[in-house]
């Protein structure tokens, strides 16, 4: 069985379609956790009418209440309480496809061992179908696919690994998720397929990532969690410095974070880096210029 966790934070009016892309799973050994972190809007009424539409006896429900403590405060709420020996999350705005957790479970299968497994995400307008390519990577993850194939709505993972590694870091609020699977990561490694069966939905509410997030609860502010890591493997540590580079660059125009920022961009290796990376932290605005009249 697969548990599927959502966390649910006023989604009142998308949180019945993310609900609905479950239940219309093909495969169905599964459990759903819904956990109402402190909402103020109707979304937990929303849920249980709902519910009282589905014939119990058909699915295992459950709906776990906690005052407001963040994403990753009710997903390991949602862990802990799982029965499944996996558990995948879902966010409250986002939808699977029919086949999401059957190709799941075929990964599973296929890579065992693994402490985290992922499937293809991509963002589309509401209504709107995907448009498929040939053929996509199959196989073990190098850190080349550790963000594309692990996000918040298409990764399952190992719950005694999840429980291992700590759970998730309830001090983030942007890049938790992404801590989280890197650390499931370096424990017995994972396995993707790249094929999209999860979909963000652009025009979902409240989404967090479209705010600059206080660098103080951002994964960068972090990087001391991975300096063993850093030192032992230089794949990681080209493949982690240049996430975090990337992820530091926006606050280096922010008079708040812009000290700070530029004291941990000091940390990083950049003689692995390119030379644009390194252009665009030396001289910021002017790269800023650069992109803006060539449109980069």
């Known amino acids: 069985m697969i548990s599927v966790v959502i966390p649910l934070y006023n989604k009142e009016h998308s949180i019945v379609s993310t609900i609905e892309s479950v239940v219309a799973q093909t495969y169905k050994d599964w459990e759903l956790i819904v956990i109402n972190d402190g909402s103020t809007d109707k979304s937990l009424l929303t849920v249980k009418e709902y519910f009282s539409k589905l014939p119990i006896t058909n699915y295992k429900l459950q709906i776990l209440e906690q005052p407001n403590g963040g994403v990753s405060s ?26 999401f957790l059957k190709e799941m479970t075929r990964l599973i299968a296929d890579y065992p061992g693994k402490s ?14 995907p448009i498929l390519k040939d053929s996509y990577y199959r ?13 918040g709505s298409s990764a399952c993972v ?17 890049g938790e998720d992404l801590d989280m699977w890197w650390r499931l990561m370096m424990l017995h490694g994972g396995a993707s397929y790249m094929r999209p ?10 989404r967090a990532m479209h705010r600059l997030a206080p660098l103080q609860k ?4 972090f990087v001391d969690k991975f300096a063993e890591a850093r030192a032992k493997n230089i794949k990681f ?12 660059y926006p606050y280096l125009f922010d008079s708040r974070y812009r000290k700070e920022a530029k004291q941990l961009v000091g940390i990083f290796d950049y003689s692995l880096q390119t030379g644009s990376l390194k252009w665009r932290l030396k001289w910021p605005r002017i790269y800023r210029m650069y992109k803006r009249i060539f449109r980069i």
């Open 237 to 248: 540590r080209r493949f982690f410095d240049k996430e975090m580079i990337q992820r530091l």
């Open 139 to 151: 196989g073990v993850s190098g850190w080349n696919y550790a963000t594309m194939a692990f996000t």
């Open 116 to 129: 985290i497994y992922g499937l293809g995400c991509i963002q589309i307008n509401r209504d709107e179908k």
């Open 197 to 206: 069966y999860a979909y963000y939905i652009q025009d979902a509410e409240n």
């Open 218 to 221: 951002h994964i960068p502010y």
């Open 74 to 99: 009710a997903r390991n709420a949602g862990i802990l309480v799982a029965q499944g020996d996996y558990i995948a999350f879902l966010d409250g705005d986002d939808i699977w496809d029919k086949d």
């Open 158 to 174: 190992n719950k005694d690994d999840a429980i291992e590694v700590g759970l998730f870091d309830t001090r983030m609020t942007h």
